[in-house]
């Protein structure tokens, strides 16, 4: 069987779809959470009389969305590319735009909207496939 990893240098190179899926969970998780706090900064109210929990709900709030947010999506491309992998036998450019299909599909998910889930899904597809070419790896 032919498995993807995170990275053809990674450590994971014989990692099953599940764990790719949970790696690129935790990693890309990791940096949506770090741009849910950065919003959270950049948007908070300013001033004396700004009570300090909800401030901090909203911070905390925000770090989960994002962070499960952004995992969701690098784990929806993982699973979808190493399925296409393992069901057409080969690890190219089309196996690659179908995890991104899949994973920007996820954005009409979110707002219930097929049009933005199209939108979203050839925005990823492309995106891996310049990426597959440009680097021969992607996420």
Not at 17 to 41: P, Y
């Amino acid at each position: 069987r032919n498995k993807m990893s995170f990275f053809k240098k990674h450590a994971h190179a014989d990692a099953s779809a599940f764990e790719q899926a949970m790696d690129n969970f935790v990693r890309f998780g990791t940096i949506g959470a770090g741009v849910g706090a950065a919003n959270s900064a950049w948007t908070a109210k300013q001033g004396v009389n700004v009570r300090t929990l909800p401030t901090l709900a909203n911070t905390v709030g925000n770090i989960g969305r994002w962070g499960f947010g952004i995992g969701a999506i690098a784990a929806t491309h993982a699973v979808a590319r190493c399925t296409a992998i393992n069901v057409r036998g080969r690890d190219d450019i089309y196996s690659h735009m179908i995890g991104g299909l899949a994973a920007g599909s996820l954005f009409g998910l979110r707002s219930a909207s097929v049009g933005a889930g199209l939108m979203g899904g050839a925005a990823l597809a492309t995106l891996s496939a310049v990426l597959y070419v440009r680097n021969k790896e992607v996420f």
